[in-house]
């Protein structure tokens, strides 16, 4: 069976300082992987995704994803937060892959210190 | 593209109530899904429907009912509203060619009281 894990519920950072979002999986196969991203009150937007091509993802808003099947992660990080990326981060590891269907993390909340 | 799209955006109903949430998708997809997020969690999936025709249950579909008649339309709906139901509830729709990324409509929140 299909599982993520996000290892810290939240997290804070200042402006202009890395970001780091932290995610395990479980999977029986080879996964496809997200990262999603929720602003308040706003739906959920897709930052970005692995799905067994290159192993660094490149997402929007400078955000990228390194896939390390050794270690079963798929952290989230970006070199220079801004005030903007405070949100609320969502991994997602893909279910059974007949219905589509999606697995979510808990959800990481990052907020960002002027 | 409109995306998917859920109306209405806000909704109180009373205990008792009944209501169906709707849901639209201009994309073609065949998968479509029904979640609800409740304050300070992740989502959990209510339905989902593979096809026109086809619906299922996903891991928490008690007090709720789907249709799907269309590949456009997903309507949620709620029989006998309880408090336990107030939440956000999301649409979304994808498919098998685009690796699964589901697209996600902007939610409906619906209190019960």
């Known amino acids: 069976a299909q599982s993520v894990t996000q290892l810290d519920s939240h997290v804070s950072v200042s402006e202009g300082t890395p970001v780091l979002l932290r995610c395990n999986y479980s999977?029986?196969?080879?996964?496809?992987l997200f990262w999603y991203v929720q602003h308040p009150n706003k739906g959920l937007q897709l930052l970005l995704k692995y799905t067994s091509a290159a192993t660094l993802v490149k997402g929007i808003n400078g955000f990228e994803a390194e896939f390390k099947k050794s270690e079963t992660s798929f952290h989230l990080t970006k070199p220079s937060a801004h005030m903007s990326d405070a949100a609320e981060y969502f991994c997602v590891v893909s279910g059974s892959s007949n219905t589509g269907k999606l697995i979510f993390g808990q959800g990481t909340t990052l907020q960002v210190k002027p | 593209n409109a995306g998917v799209t859920q109306t209405p955006k806000f909704r109180i109903l009373k205990i008792g109530q009944s209501m169906t949430l709707q849901c639209t998708q201009d994309?073609?997809?065949?998968?479509m899904y029904w979640y609800r997020q409740d304050p300070g969690m992740g989502l959990k999936l209510i339905y989902y429907s593979v096809g026109a025709g086809i619906t299922d249950k996903g891991e928490v579909p008690n007090g709720y009912n789907v249709s799907r008649s269309t590949t456009e339309d997903f309507p949620l709906r709620l029989e006998l509203a309880a408090p336990s139901q107030t939440s956000v509830y999301f649409c979304?729709?994808?498919?098998?060619?685009?690796?699964?990324?589901?697209?996600f409509g902007p939610g409906t929140r619906l209190t019960v009281t």
């Open positions: 999977s029986s196969y080879s996964p496809s």
């Open positions: 979304a729709s994808s498919s098998p060619g685009e690796g699964y990324e589901q697209y």
């Open positions: 994309m073609n997809h065949n998968y």
